[in-house]
């Protein structure tokens, strides 16, 4: 059951408008950057849209262009990707990647978010800056707001401008398919997060 208090948290924010926008971007991909990409001490980076070719599981389109980003704007800091993207990283030539999850087993966004932060933490790499978060356009609203919601008074997320990711029709995942599928799937991701208090929606992508 979903305790009082992330009753509470869902009420608020959906009475202010701030579930509705955060629900508005993810849809539409219209995220907010913000943050100075300088100022990262680390990436985190969940996966999109994985594919299954021939028996086995591998990266897919948009993960392996999220490993492309990464690396353009993140190669100097530890980079704490999902191992979707971290076989992408590594099909690219880059194996200094924190790898997060396991092939095999469902990997949700808040477990990524939960297992970066500790090893954050444990690097103490929040004393040198703060936390770039890069996601799909499309999952950046709640991946930020997810991440945020776990960081200390004084430290921030970061998310970078100009990404561009689409949808992979290859995907063996179904809402990472297309734009219809993802607006079934995404907005009760989005509400279950929220009323599980998940979710820092002041300063969310």
């Not at 980003?69 to 190669?75: D, G, S, V």
């Not at 949808?167 to 297309?178: E, I, M, T, Y």
């Amino acid at each position: 059951m979903i305790e009082n208090a992330g009753l509470r948290n869902l009420a608020y924010y959906s009475s202010d408008g701030k579930l509705a926008a955060l629900t508005r971007r993810a849809l539409t991909g219209e995220y907010n950057p913000h943050g100075n990409i300088r100022r990262a001490s680390c990436a985190i980076l969940p996966a999109f849209g994985h594919r299954r070719e021939n028996g086995k599981l591998t990266p897919g389109l948009c993960n392996m262009m999220l490993a492309k980003i990464a690396l353009a704007l993140f190669r100097n800091v530890p980079i704490f990707a999902s191992f979707e993207v971290d076989d992408a990283l590594r099909e690219l030539g880059y194996t200094g990647a924190h790898r997060l999850g396991v092939p095999g087993k469902y990997y949700e966004t808040r477990a990524v978010a939960v297992d970066a932060m500790r090893a954050i933490h444990r690097m103490r790499l929040l004393q040198e800056g703060d936390v770039a978060v890069l996601a799909h356009p499309h999952h950046m609203p709640r991946a930020d707001a997810t991440v945020q919601a776990m960081l200390p008074i004084g430290s921030s997320t970061i998310v970078p401008r100009g990404v561009v990711v689409p949808f992979d029709a290859q995907s063996s995942q179904l809402r990472a398919r297309n734009e219809d599928n993802w607006r079934i799937y995404e907005p009760l991701a989005i509400v279950r997060s929220a009323a599980l208090g998940w979710l820092d929606l002041g300063k969310a992508a």
